[in-house]
């Protein structure tokens, strides 16, 4: 079983900034779609951004204009720079890794927290 390695995140204050970096121990992962999800307590998972091969990148519109994902492939990692955090952004943050139903591939998982 394939693991992603997350690092980042943590606790922060309203207005403040993290960025959460993900590497993937794959081979070609410079053709899969890169992307970051969230579940909050008591929701389900959501997308918050997606970039994909080719660089073309999709945003939840909650968090437009303030957070940016980008991927080196150099390093198989993404990333996802998170500014103007906001309470409502606390949440269990997972990279994913997508090359098909088939080859799908989830970060463990790390917790974000925005105090008020």
């Known amino acids: 079983q394939v693991q992603l390695v997350e690092s980042g995140g943590g606790l922060v204050q309203a207005g403040g900034s993290l960025r959460r970096s993900c590497a993937a121990p794959l081979s070609i992962v410079w053709i899969a779609t890169r992307g970051w999800y969230r579940q909050a307590p008591g929701k389900q998972r959501e997308l918050v951004a997606v970039i994909t091969s080719g660089g073309t990148t999709n945003y939840a519109d909650s968090v437009k204009g303030r957070f940016t994902i980008s991927r080196d492939n150099t390093k198989n990692t993404v990333y996802l720079q998170m500014n103007s955090l906001k309470p409502e952004d606390t949440a269990v943050y997972y990279c994913?890794?997508?090359?098909?139903?088939?080859?799908?591939?989830w970060g463990q998982g790390t917790q974000v927290t925005v105090s008020s």
């Open positions: 994913n890794t997508y090359f098909s139903r088939n080859r799908n591939y």
